[in-house]
């Protein structure tokens, strides 16, 4: 796999509304890519700008602050498939529902869908929780560790990759 702009595009934000992590950016000798929960830099690419508007201050903001110790790990490779949706438990998949008049009405629980989504699981890592769906996302990446002991103020999990890319994955909170 190739630490290219290509690669980096897959961890970019396709929220329309932040345009400016909407595309890979560089800073310094970094070349990063965000959706706002995930973070993930390589070394500089020639072919990637500083644009006028890309985040600034990162290194500082996260990665000065952001201090990983040494207790890495592989990513879990016992994920549990990703499901998006399941059938509503109120009205078991038919989108209907009979209420006491008599009327058959759409599901509320489901809005007539028979389907609802399914709230992302939370993954141990160390002391934190991983999403499940970011887990899946950097699986794939060649020599992805993550690091299990993240000492920092900013509840992040410190991961790094073959190439010399490293990124900061923000947790998800305990219930």
Request: proline content about 6%; overall charge negative; glycine content about 10%.
């Amino acid at each position: 796999m190739n630490l290219n702009a290509e690669f980096l595009k897959q961890f970019c934000s396709t929220d329309g509304s932040r345009l400016v992590i909407c595309r890979p950016f560089s800073q310094e000798q970094w070349t990063y890519a965000t959706d706002g929960r995930l973070l993930i830099r390589i070394p500089r690419l020639a072919d990637v700008p500083e644009y006028g508007d890309s985040p600034k201050a990162i290194d500082k903001n996260i990665f000065g602050t952001n201090l990983i110790s040494n207790e890495w790990q592989a990513v879990p490779t016992d994920l549990p498939p990703l499901l998006s949706e399941e059938k509503c438990r109120k009205c078991l998949g038919c989108g209907r529902h009979e209420c006491n008049c008599g009327n058959v009405h759409d599901c509320e629980a489901c809005e007539g869908a028979g389907v609802i989504p399914i709230r992302p699981k939370g993954v141990a890592v160390g002391c934190h929780l991983a999403s499940e769906i970011y887990l899946h996302k950097i699986k794939g990446i060649p020599g992805i560790e993550i690091c299990v002991s993240s000492k920092d103020d900013l509840h992040a999990i410190g991961v790094r990759f073959d190439g010399g890319g490293e990124g900061r994955l923000a947790t998800m909170k305990k219930d």
